[in-house]
């Protein structure tokens, strides 16, 4: 083989190669509003795995599309209190008519516990019902 179609063969080699890392590392945002959801949670078990053993509710719930159904026990301007352990971060809250002590059902991504908090949060949540 000529020395000409070496150099052609390692440059089309490196491009090849700077290609699939651009694409892992540029890849596309996830959906979570169309993701299939992983887990429901309708009771306070959830609260009680984080506080039993943190380490095994992260890698069960963490960044994984999960649904919360409950009661809205507060609101704030980023987001709601599901029965004042769940905390769901929305992009708008204001384009949802919701107030305190409606029944809501969530999706969204969990991000994990907050210790200081003591709640579990969501982010990129929408309302499914």
């Not at 719930?61 to 987001?79: C, N, R």
């Not at 969204?108 to 929408?126: A, K, N, P, T």
Request: hydrophobic share 40%; with cysteine; aromatic share 14%.
């Amino acid at each position: 083989m000529k020395f000409s179609k070496k150099i052609g063969l390692v440059f089309l080699f490196i491009a090849i190669l700077f290609f699939v890392a651009y694409k892992i590392i540029y890849k596309s945002h996830r959906n979570i509003e169309q993701e299939k959801a992983s887990f429901t949670i309708v009771n306070s078990n959830i609260l009680q795995e984080f506080n039993t053993d943190a380490k095994t509710a992260n890698a069960k719930y963490a960044d994984k599309t999960g649904i919360v159904y409950g009661k809205i026990t507060e609101i704030d301007k980023q987001g709601i209190t599901i029965n004042d352990y769940v905390y769901a971060q929305f992009e708008n809250i204001n384009s949802f008519s919701i107030k305190l002590g409606d029944t809501i059902q969530v999706k969204g991504r969990c991000i994990g516990y907050d210790e200081l908090l003591e709640i579990v949060r969501f982010d990129q949540c929408s309302i499914i019902n």
